[in-house]
């Protein structure tokens, strides 16, 4: 978003790959920036993006794929030359499949792939012996999957690969990881502040989520906000963040909460 310098290496990083996709969209969350750097490249379709977060912005992706496999990437992120053609033998028959980034916030770069998600909703846990997470810039969805699911739009920043990957799950969709499939990722600093207000909103949602509504574990959702309010407000006491902030987050994540059908 408003960062036309980095798109223009992601979508040349595409093109020079050895293998082309039958499509290449571009949906605008930003400013307007984005279409003049789409038309510098022929063939890519520029989308005026919904503006309501990143959850809306890839469903808008969605409604514009004619293909049978569907792939997001960040505009900070670039693709490894075999990236779509190692894409495209992926499994058409309810199968998810993910790779890993080369993560270059860190120096060195480090290699993320996806983890589980602990009781919290935090991305630590080791897969065992079954995946339900993604890294979301190295994974690619049969079409189908998105008519019967898509990414929840009360999701602004954060969180929504973990809840549309634990959503296939709960549809007996399986997630497969492939370590031939990866990209580099150069996480830009612009937006990053504003991104920091609303982690903690997506996180305490969809993690409620799931274990209300894809689990239908009643129980186990309530104890989730009695324990993910004391570790946020706690959390917040022990940096000291501002005490009214936290209250607001816990709230906001409650709204959410009730909002979702």
């Known amino acids: 978003m408003n ?11 595409i093109l020079d790959g050895s293998s082309l996709p039958e499509q290449i969209i ?4 930003g400013d307007g920036s984005a279409e003049d750097v ?22 808008n992706c969605i409604s514009a794929a004619t293909g049978d496999l569907i792939a997001f990437i960040d505009d900070d992120v670039t693709v490894d030359r075999e990236f779509v053609a ?20 860190h120096d060195p770069a480090r ?3 996806a983890h589980n998600a602990s009781f919290l909703g935090f991305q630590r846990v080791a897969p065992g012996e079954q995946l339900k997470a993604i890294c979301i810039n190295a994974t690619v969805f049969p079409r189908d999957l998105f008519d019967n699911a898509l990414f929840d739009e009360q999701i602004r920043y954060g969180y929504e690969e973990i809840d549309i990957a634990r959503h296939a799950v709960s549809l ?9 499939l990866h990209v580099s990722h150069f996480p830009a600093a612009s937006n990053r502040e504003g991104y920091a207000g609303v982690l903690n909103v997506s996180r305490i949602y969809i993690t409620h989520k799931a274990y209300r509504h894809y689990e239908r574990n009643r129980a186990k959702a309530a104890a989730f906000n009695v324990f993910a309010a004391i570790h946020h407000l706690a959390y917040a006491v022990k940096g000291g963040h501002p005490f009214a902030e936290a209250v607001s987050t816990i709230r906001a994540a409650r709204e959410k909460q009730r909002a979702y059908r």
Do not use: C, M
């Open 86 to 105: 190692i894409a495209k033998e992926s499994s058409l028959e309810q199968v998810i499949t993910t790779g890993w980034e080369l993560n270059h916030s």
């Open 111 to 113: 290699k993320v792939s």
């Open 172 to 180: 007996g969709w399986s997630i497969v990881y492939n370590d031939d």
């Open 26 to 29: 571009v949906s605008d969350d």
């Open 38 to 59: 789409a038309k510098r490249f022929a063939g890519v379709i520029y989308l005026p993006g919904p503006r309501r977060g990143l959850g809306a912005n890839r469903n």
């Open 3 to 13: 960062r036309p310098e980095e798109l223009a290496i992601a979508l040349q990083s």
